[in-house]
């Protein structure tokens, strides 16, 4: 399985930033050296971008095997502490830097993630945040989503007051992310907002697999947007079973999303 | 010459971050290998803190003969386009991430950069105004610092209007780095407020090189801070000569300052 | 836990090489920023050489909560396909890479293997013939060694004749590695002969842990081995249970000798 | 300009390795965002695979601008100590790797070297060496080449015997590399040989370009080269200056070299 790693400037957010890639491209062939200018019979490939939490930054955690087995590459960028929204900042658009600039720059640079039909996201915590938000804002490019154990707190960061924030982080930080705490929930960094939009636009949905573990600190937030999508007749899977707010949990969805989305 | 690449969790930003380092510790050695357990004489090493531009990242741009002639090890951080100040937002304190933490940080893990003797910084265009920054943010830390082209724009920042902003970035985005930036003139973030409190304070104040390409779109922005540094009575190397904001003018300075900075 | 990559050049092998570390010292600290100057209480870390299979390079495979747990960092050397010894040709001194040049590398630059007491090596297949051989190589540097799975094929080496090999490589190649075949077992590629003259010599003997799955194809060459240093009346650890040869049965085994190596 | 780094599983060397990319497609574009699942017009692009010499690996020396301006990739691998020939122990096939799978992988890949007309090598010393034994290894493969301060040894090495080597290696050494010495004139290991085979079975010859610095340790073997392609009647570029066996040297005919190949 190839493993890449790949510094570009992106025009998004004007500056270098560093991704990473899984490509399962490299399997032992029968008969190598292939004839000279011969070619190699290839399956088209699907594609899954892959959005960090807080703290974290590109690095692979689904399960080493399925890449293989479900022939898929992943994409793996960095987006800081960004919550992947499109801050007013200039170069905070982070939103913009997945679902439009990063796609665009995989497909032209490796031909992969051709169309809506093959290019997922996945994501946890703030990146399953990042992973609903994401499909939403750009329902023409990403086909299916994963959202597990998902930072869903747009709700509690629209209370905020300055010189509050909670106890992860300060006003200033959310307002930088999700701008103006008492404009969020009519803005665009509320999915809520962007789903009323498709349909209100009679738009494609992209297809949704949601997950949290019953003692998630996060499995509230998890069921009041699980509940939303119901009320909007959106269709959906969401499951729920014992875990905390941990890499089991996600290994475990990783596992089980996986075969649901790139399986037959 | 060994290049390092280091990933870890950085207390202060609340995530992963990567940072670059070079240190020429593997020059051939007459007699390999040694002595099982024996020991190889070291002299001890300086330490240079590298800080890039605005849309940079870790990447060293200092002539590749230099740290081995003048015996220093080289720390590239990533700063994203944060002006290297601390801003309000949770995880965005750049200042104190270079100036404490991975100074701290390298001193664990290296032995390097152990007394403000031999720990200096240096920086090109955003990175030269973040090299004076955090010498005077952190004086007892840096004995030297090094300002190429800098970008000293704290007198503009202060007439920004929301709105506004300049041709580089909007207003929210320096609101972003600076603070409110009705307040910059007062604040820490200003470097001139930073100078007076060390003077102030009769603190120790770190050697100061500075250079601009009289080409350069910044040049009268460091001719001011040079009279400020004049006016202040701070002992200070400050030079001019044709050239405009490009590599060819870093790397001719870089040349130029290290052996004033490193030598004998 | 911090990831590092480091590239550097060895006098060893006379040319660059990149070999990887995990050093589970940045976590999280109360009170960050510390006060300026002032000191970081640590406790000394130990240090684990990781050398990987054929087909292989350098990449971690200990389960990841075992160095935070334990307090142990991780080196990862890349040895091409070399079995880890020292063979005739110019620059192919893995044996002595590993045991001498990298092992004062690693003391040089970040202050960890400084003694016989904090130096352990583990391998796999290869990675597991080469923890032993180094480690009887070179009993003065490493204190403990963990040998999974290990290809311990020098009595099968012994019998190939020109045109041969096996079913992994060619004749060519084991010579490369091993010397002339017809030779090994008088040789220092044969570990048997480095536990012989350590004993001869009333020499340290590293403590010593072996594991092997009873379906592995290797099973017998263990058995073998085991036998040897009983009849050397060399003491060691010597484990057997249900498994193949893959990462399954090697990350098992690392989650179980690395307690018994680094606990108390 | 992207700079990728890629770690992949070689069939031909049979185990992991990692190679360098530089690929100049990350320039900025006016009007980003792009309309959505829009199209972004590109020129085709060629592919510069660039060879190091002894004591090297995957490092860009081509200077910096030269990408850009002439709108190709480049692709860096890692050859070790090799010569970057076919060796007879298993793995070692470096022509095979560089000529047949690396450039077939890169073509599947990134769409990239797809014709002889835009696939072309590069290297200095014992990659100069390389860049003309593997094009004319592989002559439907690259279309030009060129070798900087070749290591032309194939005659030195042809007179080895056992026990002896020069200053730079062992008999060992050179024997993995090139096979039985004193059969080498006759092999494919030398590049006479091949360009004989291409001669006699009136195939394509790559465009040559070859230069040498006249104070170079090498200048004889490489004005014996020059010499026996014009006896074979081989249109070649061929340059000679004031010059040393460094980088000052290579980064200057990589410059005159480049728009030569590259330049309509």
Same mark, same amino acid.
């Given at each position: 399985m190839a493993e890449l790693s790949i510094n570009f400037y992106s025009n998004t957010l004007h500056r270098n930033t560093t991704f990473k890639m899984v490509i399962p491209n490299d399997k032992r062939l029968d008969g190598?050296?292939?004839?000279?200018n011969g070619t190699i019979e290839e399956k088209p490939m699907k594609t899954l971008f892959l959005l960090h939490g807080y703290t974290?930054? $590109?690095?692979n955690w689904v399960p080493f095997w399925l890449p293989e087995q479900y022939n898929f590459a992943i994409v793996i960028p960095s987006g800081e502490n960004s919550f992947w929204l499109d801050a007013e $900042? /200039?170069?905070?658009?982070y939103a913009t830097y997945i679902g439009a600039e990063l796609v665009d720059y995989v497909r032209r640079t490796f031909?992969? $993630?051709?169309s809506r039909e093959d290019t997922y996201l996945m994501g946890f915590s703030m990146g399953g945040f990042g992973a609903l938000h994401t499909a939403f804002q750009f329902p023409e490019t990403f086909g299916k989503t994963a959202a597990l154990s998902? $930072?869903?707190?747009h709700h509690e960061v629209a209370t905020m007051q300055p010189g509050g924030g909670n106890n992860i982080a300060n006003y200033e930080y959310y307002r930088g992310c999700f701008g103006d705490p008492s404009k969020v929930l009519e803005s665009d960094a509320n999915p809520e907002t962007l789903v009323k939009k498709i349909i209100a636009g009679k738009g494609k949905m992209p297809e949704i697999f949601m997950a949290c573990g /019953?003692?998630?600190?996060l499995i509230e937030n998890n069921r009041e947007f699980h509940r939303f999508l119901e009320e909007q007749k959106v269709k959906h899977v969401y499951m729920e079973s014992?875990?905390?707010?941990d890499m089991n949990f996600w290994q475990e969805y990783a596992a089980k999303f996986v075969p649901m989305m790139f399986g037959e």
């Open positions: 190598f050296p292939p004839v000279e974290g930054d $590109a690095g $900042a /200039t170069g905070h658009q031909g992969l $993630a051709k998902s $930072a869903l707190i /019953t003692e998630d600190f014992k875990g905390i707010h």
